[in-house]
């Protein structure tokens, strides 16, 4: 069982299906869709954003093995909701 992060806030400003851009770190200026949001750590996981190579051991599918890119999670102070207007970050939820 996970133990949540004492320092995870209680609520998201984002939610799962929302349009986000990434602000800060390797894939900023991307955009994508929420895919899920991890409540207890404080993170959320974009389609398409800050991908990673996880290998996989030989199977009887797949004898040699092989490479899949994964997403990985990213801190949800790192993404902004995109409004639809302007195409732009924005700090609130549009109407």
């Given at each position: 069982m996970?133990?949540?992060n004492?320092?995870?806030?209680?609520?998201l400003k984002v939610r799962?299906?929302?349009t986000v851009v990434v602000i800060s770190g390797?894939?900023?200026?991307?955009?994508?869709?929420?895919?899920e949001v991890l409540t207890k750590s404080g993170r959320?996981?974009?389609?398409?954003v800050n991908l990673r190579w996880k290998h996989r051991k030989p199977s009887q599918q797949q004898p040699k093995g092989e490479r899949v890119q994964q997403e990985t999670s990213i801190h949800?102070?790192?993404v902004m909701l995109l409004d639809p207007k302007s195409g732009k970050g924005t700090r609130r939820r549009p109407a």
């Open positions: 996970a133990v949540r004492p320092n995870a806030p209680r609520t799962k299906g929302d390797n894939d900023k200026g991307k955009t994508g869709e929420i895919k959320v996981l974009v389609a398409g949800h102070s790192n």
